[in-house]
């Protein structure tokens, strides 16, 4: 040892006051992790990680802390990010720990009960399903031996995950649990349901025909409606099994979310439990003070983005082991890394699957449903119109030029990312054909009509100019003034997804095949609905707008009439528990961010009752942002397959941008 390693020698004695054993594992990771593991290590960016690897071996300690002291952009405030690190990955192991210890606990039963066969009735807990349920229905092998999952958990004061592939009748399981609940004397309720708004009536008919003698109160309404039910059942809560309500009712005003924060139910149950995927959202705390004796929550997507969705959804059902351990988990698990395959991803997958293994039930299509018709996908890439190409490279070059002039914000990326997407689905999404000279003409001839007699010229030509071709259409129609000025035929149509619509669809009805056709906007949904008309097809449609009273009206009319060729959707707003088995096909206009919104909507006909192969056609724009889109999607998808196998937006929306842009 030199006397300038003596030195560092002597000087760090005080500094790091901790025993050998601390030292020697601080020295041992630092001295063999990998580049990757590295990185797990806060503020030890890649390039450090590099460094600290290209600096060993570490002969020792002080050999150790003079390197990092004297290698430039390395400090000896690495070491206690280091300690900081390794008692994370302990409190890992702790936790781990105490979930196999409850994984062998119920190991018995668990592994019988997850063996979906003939034999159930020779392992399950509850032998035959409830009574009290309609004769005219017969629960699945598979979902007897879901009803047993949850009567599994509650006898063992469990809370858990039902989160069987979308399709599988969750719903179902679950009236059969409350009302297994009911008939065993368990507990009579009230229960909590809590269901987005889109799925509320699906689940209300769902009671009334599998299980009609269950009561149930549907907590819905105006501010004021609410009041006088709250009053209601807080004096006869013995009328009452079952309380049904939405997301929004739970929590939309401070009397709401202290109504049930005080209740007090048996067992509460959160339908696409994915929506409590943020931990540091306002929603997922207000639902955590529900106090509740068990805590269901019924997804088919459990693991969307990243593994902190899914330790935020287990810490929401089990926040008495969780809690403590959120922050570490957080940190664990947020470091992302597209190669799953690597030796450090598959490590942490696997501690996510040990934790996960004694709260979450899930069972895929494939391995339970035999009979269920194969679906196929298809990726259609599709080349753009003369005049959309021409629109995409303008706006790819407007942008290009402005990002790589400046630093753009998370924020205006996004925008940048939103207009090129604008134009790979449609050019009217954007202002181009309706210049500001034929604005100034238009804001001075609608004067001549009476809604806009009184109204200041100039302002009216502000609101035009920021509104998309396709509005200012809209305008033209609705203004006697101005119908000279609409839009022609061939301007509506004017798209490549539209001119292989015009190949598709004919062939689907030819074939007496029925469509699904979803779209992420609601005005690339108006341009499809023109579309629609001017050839002919007799349609449905149904998105956020669509009052939730009636959505079951448009389903129950689209399954029961033939002759509606295409049900109109919205990828979020139909793409939750609904079934429309009636249809075999799935046209994707444009596709998600997150390909679980593509799946669930997917799945509205690839599900229990389908009798007909389903096609799946999603329409890709070609050189465009939909194909980074796509392939970031694979990667998301790729993850989910390695959970299977073995709160934050996660969208990289600056490699997107780069990728559109060529940059």
């Not at 062998?104 to 509850?126: H, M, P, S, W, Y």
């Not at 029961?560 to 249809?583: E, Q, W, Y």
């Amino acid at each position: 040892m030199t006397k300038k390693e003596e030195s560092y020698s002597s000087d760090e004695d005080d500094e790091f006051n901790m025993s050998e054993k601390k030292k020697t594992n601080v020295l041992v990771f630092l001295q063999e992790s990998t580049e990757e593991e590295l990185t797990t290590i806060s503020k030890c960016s890649s390039k450090k990680a590099k460094i600290i690897i290209s600096v060993r071996p570490f002969v020792n300690w002080d050999d150790l802390v003079y390197k990092l002291d004297t290698t430039r952009l390395l400090n000896r405030n690495l070491i206690w990010s280091c300690i900081d690190l390794l008692k994370e990955r302990k409190t890992l192991c702790s936790l781990m720990k105490n979930c196999g210890q409850i994984s062998r606990e119920l190991e018995a039963e668990f592994d019988k009960l997850r063996q979906c066969g003939e034999n159930v009735q020779d392992t399950a807990i509850v032998v035959e399903q409830p009574s009290i349920l309609s004769p005219r229905f017969t629960l699945k092998p598979y979902q007897m031996i879901g009803l047993n999952w949850m009567c599994l958990l509650q006898r063992n004061k469990l809370n858990g995950i039902l989160a069987d592939e979308m399709g599988l009748g969750k719903t179902i399981q679950t009236i059969s649990y409350i009302s297994y609940l009911l008939e065993a004397e368990i507990s009579e309720g009230p229960h909590l349901i809590v269901v987005p708004s889109s799925t509320l009536e699906n689940w209300k008919r769902e009671f009334t025909e599998w299980s009609p003698s269950v009561k149930i109160v549907s907590y819905i309404g105006s501010q004021p409606e609410r009041r006088s039910l709250r009053s209601v059942l807080l004096r006869s809560l013995a009328d009452c099994n079952v309380i049904l309500t939405t997301y929004n009712f739970t929590i939309s005003s401070p009397e709401d979310r202290s109504f049930f924060r005080k209740l007090g139910v048996y067992c509460a149950v959160f339908d696409e439990g994915h929506m409590l995927k943020n931990m540091s959202s306002q929603r997922y705390q207000h639902l955590l003070r529900i106090k509740a004796e068990q805590k269901i929550l019924l997804t088919g997507t459990p693991l969307q983005n990243s593994l902190v969705e899914l330790m935020s959804l287990l810490r929401f059902v089990m926040p008495d082991m969780f809690d403590d351990s959120t922050s570490t988990l957080v940190r664990i698990f947020h470091h992302t890394n597209e190669d799953h395959g690597s030796e450090f991803s598959r490590q942490r997958i696997n501690h996510a699957r040990q934790i996960m293994q004694p709260f979450v039930l899930r069972r895929l299509k494939r391995d339970v449903l035999n009979q269920l018709p194969e679906k196929v996908e298809k990726i259609i890439s599709v080349q753009f119109t003369p005049n959309q190409l021409q629109l995409y490279e303008k706006v790819k070059t407007n942008f290009k030029d402005k990002v790589s002039k400046s630093q753009m914000s998370k924020h205006e990326l996004k925008n940048v990312f939103v207009e090129l997407r604008k134009v790979a689905n449609h050019p009217l999404l954007r202002r181009e054909i309706f210049t500001n000279k034929k604005l100034k003409n238009m804001a001075q001839l609608i004067k001549n009509d009476i809604d806009y007699m009184d109204t200041e010229e100039r302002f009216v030509y502000e609101d035009m100019q920021v509104m998309s071709d396709f509005e200012l259409h809209n305008l033209c129609l609705s203004s006697r003034a101005l119908s000279t000025m609409k839009l022609q035929e061939s301007s509506l149509i004017d798209s490549g997804k539209m001119a292989h619509l015009d190949e598709m669809l004919p062939k689907f009805k030819s074939q007496n095949k029925r469509v699904l056709l979803f779209s992420q906007f609601t005005m690339m949904m108006d341009i499809l609905e023109v579309y629609l008309k001017l050839r002919g097809h007799r349609f449905l449609r149904l998105d956020g707008q669509t009052p939730v009273q009636e959505r079951l009206s448009y389903i129950d009319s689209f399954n029961k009439d033939d002759s509606v060729f295409i049900f109109l959707l919205s990828t979020k707003a139909g793409g939750l528990g609904i079934n429309l088995t009636s249809a075999s096909v799935v046209v994707l206009h444009d596709i998600d961010c997150n390909p679980y919104n593509d799946k669930q909507a997917e799945d509205r006909c690839h599900r229990l009752g389908q009798t007909k192969k389903v096609e799946v056609v999603k329409l890709i724009s070609v050189n465009s942002v939909e194909e980074g889109m796509f392939k970031t999607a694979q990667s998301k998808l790729q993850l989910e397959k390695d959970m299977n196998e073995t709160g934050e937006d996660t969208i990289d929306w600056a490699g997107l941008i780069t990728a559109a842009l060529e940059l």
